[in-house]
């Protein structure tokens, strides 16, 4: 349900009104039982009691509660897992919470009626969407102050960041748009209509969706975030109120304020393929970093249901604080990129050069991500000394050392070099290259050498 113009009992009214169509409907909170496979924390805003409930995601306990401003509404947790930002929608602040000592380090005054934070992957900001003011404010978390506020669309009700922290998508629900703003200019650089009642936003890891719940229409819009434009709109329950996807980005969980249940949508197809009842009026929900779990906060019953994404069953179900509304984990590391660089070395003997070896270096980018630079050193035979060598390329003694520069994914370097076989003793002599460094990172060593062997039969003769 927007939280377009109205203060916190307007929308708990609305919230009883679904739990009501809850019980009239025989829906209940499933049975809690024990479960284990996490080590995760995971924070829970409790709106009408003003506290946080923090849960070992192992025993899917309450560990403990830290009070913190009147009305917490969103919260976000830093990649280290030190930090845990909490936006409170009545008193207009984001409380910061030292995860270590369970308690609140810093408060931070932000715009009017912040409803959702976020922290980008480096850990360095904090985005605020200010559900009354229209408003992003960004808040340097080195200083805990804000340093720029972006104008975006009517009642924002959720911001969400891409996994390069580049772009910010706010779900704008006063509008049916999405604001994507640019974080290097902190300015909006586009605007995408999507259905009615926008609410959530949630990216998935590749940065290519952004998928939105529009609490009105019942339905979830896919932007493609290259073009701008809503690719597909998949129906869901009644009154959609978040939206999160797994880490592999194969899932995404759409929280139905109404029905009492979770829509899971299958990514590939945009098409749902399961429904899972969870508690009355279900108004958050956050994946655990493994994947392993949903965590989704029922405002009508003080609860969290816990499930099993691999059978989609209830796993446990934990009591916390008067009205969660807001669910997170500490963020998933980012999938650092690899590059995997195949080396070959072959050699023959000229016709037209006798008594000289001809060495051929090539350098293959298996991927996936593109190759910044790479460096290939090749130890020549006893005695051998190289010439004529391609661009590149240096020599000191027997070592020949080429540097290469971007390598996309695919793409292949060759070099060349040449040694004198009068130089060389008389039977077999081997060449070795090596990748010495790259970057990203080779996930494959395997491949990061290569071999060629010639026979010296004279001065002048050889074969290859």
Do not use: K
């Not at 929308?11 to 809690?32: D, E, K, M, R, S």
């Not at 946080?52 to 009147?70: N, Q, Y």
């Not at 409803?115 to 980008?120: A, F």
């Amino acid at each position: 349900m927007p939280r377009a113009d109205r203060s916190r009992p307007r929308w708990t009214a609305l919230a009883a009104a679904a739990v009501g169509l809850l019980a009239a409907a025989g829906l209940g909170a499933p049975p809690a039982h024990a479960a284990a496979g996490l080590a995760d924390r995971a924070y829970v805003v409790n709106a009408h009691d003003d506290t946080v409930s923090v849960i070992d995601a192992t025993t899917h306990v309450v560990v403990a509660t830290v009070p913190v401003g009147r009305g917490p509404d969103g919260v976000a947790v830093n990649p280290a897992g030190t930090r845990a930002y909490v936006a409170n929608l009545s008193d207009e602040t984001v409380s910061v919470i030292d995860t270590a000592g369970a308690s609140v380090a810093a408060t931070v005054r932000v715009g009017q009626y912040p409803s959702s934070v976020v922290v980008n992957p480096a850990g360095t900001r904090a985005y605020v969407a200010n559900a009354g003011g229209n408003t992003v404010s960004v808040v340097d978390t080195a200083t805990n102050t804000v340093t720029a506020t972006v104008p975006v669309g009517p009642n924002p009700n959720a911001v969400a960041v891409n996994p390069a922290g580049t772009r910010l998508y706010t779900a704008n629900a006063g509008g049916n748009t999405v604001s994507v703003v640019d974080t290097a200019t902190n300015t909006v650089t586009g605007t995408v209509t999507v259905g009615s009642g926008p609410v959530a936003a949630a990216v998935n890891p590749s940065g290519t969706r952004v998928y939105v719940a529009n609490s009105y229409a019942a339905s979830v819009s896919v932007i493609d975030t290259a073009t701008g434009t809503v690719t597909a709109t998949v129906p869901v329950g009644r009154i959609p109120h978040a939206v999160t996807l797994n880490p592999s980005g194969t899932r995404a969980y759409v929280a139905n304020l109404s029905d009492g249940t979770v829509s899971v949508i299958d990514t590939a197809s945009d098409t749902v393929t399961g429904t899972v009842p969870v508690g009355p009026a279900p108004s958050a929900a956050a994946v655990s970093p493994s994947g392993a779990f949903l965590y989704v906060t029922g405002a009508g019953g003080d609860t969290v249901t816990v499930v099993d994404t691999a059978t989609g069953a209830v796993a446990a179900t934990t009591a916390v604080g008067a009205f969660p509304t807001g669910v997170a984990f500490v963020p998933r590391p980012a999938a650092q990129p690899r590059a995997d660089l195949a080396v070959t070395l072959t050699a023959q003997a000229p016709a037209l050069l006798p008594g000289a070896i001809s060495y051929t270096l090539t350098t293959r980018n298996n991927g996936p991500a593109a190759v910044g630079s790479a460096t290939v050193t090749t130890v020549l035979p006893a005695g051998a000394t190289a010439t004529n060598l391609s661009s590149g390329c240096t020599a000191a003694g027997r070592t020949v050392t080429c540097s290469y520069g971007t390598l996309a994914n695919g793409a292949t370097a060759t070099s060349g070099f040449r040694t004198a076989v009068g130089l060389l003793g008389l039977g077999p002599v081997t060449a070795t290259a090596t990748r010495t460094a790259s970057t990203p990172a080779d996930p494959n060593a395997a491949n990061d050498s290569g071999s060629a062997t010639c026979t010296v039969l004279s001065a002048l003769l050889v074969r290859c």
